[in-house]
């Protein structure tokens, strides 16, 4: 069995439901257990900014999947809950990215584990480091507190957790 933890991302409504499917999606493959989701927190774009808000979490999951495999998974996921792909970094229903995959490096065209954007994200670190605060990232050799302590405080302003309003439907 491996661990790894998988970030997830939605900035077009009803965002928390894309959460919460592609939580269930992960929880019903056979291969698959999660064993911790993180709070949701409401963010505020990075990179291409001209965007809604997102809501962003982390989840930390069990598998017997290869990393390919459950990079397979996560885009079969993000499939059938309708992301197309249009804006590089823009509008998106949902965005399941591999941050860690059991300490291992792995580093190809298609997947790059460590996810090379972990530690400057604090959309990211923020909801990672309430799962595991002391999880040390390989290649970088350090803890996410320690990336998170890192991170310029206005970086870590844009992020709030997030409370259901409207019946939860955000
Ligand atoms: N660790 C990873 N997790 C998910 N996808 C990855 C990873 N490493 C590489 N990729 C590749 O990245 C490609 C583009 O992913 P995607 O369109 O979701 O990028 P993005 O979410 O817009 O940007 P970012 O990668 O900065 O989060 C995927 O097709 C996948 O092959
Ligand atoms: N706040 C926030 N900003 C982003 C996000 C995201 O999930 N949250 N994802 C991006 C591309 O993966 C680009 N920018």
Request: hydrophobic share 40%; charged share 25%.
């Amino acid at each position: 069995m491996k661990e790894a933890y998988i970030a997830l991302g939605s900035n077009i409504s009803p965002k928390a439901d894309y959460l919460e499917k592609s939580l269930s999606r992960l929880q019903e493959h056979e291969d698959i257990e999660v064993l911790q989701a993180s709070p949701i927190y409401e963010t505020v774009p990075v990179g291409y900014t001209e965007q809604s808000d997102f809501l962003n979490m982390v989840a930390h999951i069990q598998t017997s999947l290869s990393a390919f495999k459950l990079l397979e998974v996560c885009q079969e996921i993000e499939q059938e809950l309708g992301r197309e792909r249009t804006i590089k970094w823009g509008p998106r229903t949902i965005d399941l990215d591999i941050l860690l995959y059991n300490q291992e490096n792995i580093e190809t065209e298609q997947l790059v584990i460590p996810h090379p954007r972990l530690h400057e994200r604090a959309f990211v670190l923020v909801p990672l480091a309430e799962l595991d605060p002391n999880l040390i990232v390989p290649v970088i050799h350090k803890s996410v507190s320690d990336l998170l302590a890192a991170l310029a405080d206005e970086e870590k302003e844009g992020i709030a957790k997030w409370k259901p309003k409207n019946g939860g439907n955000e």
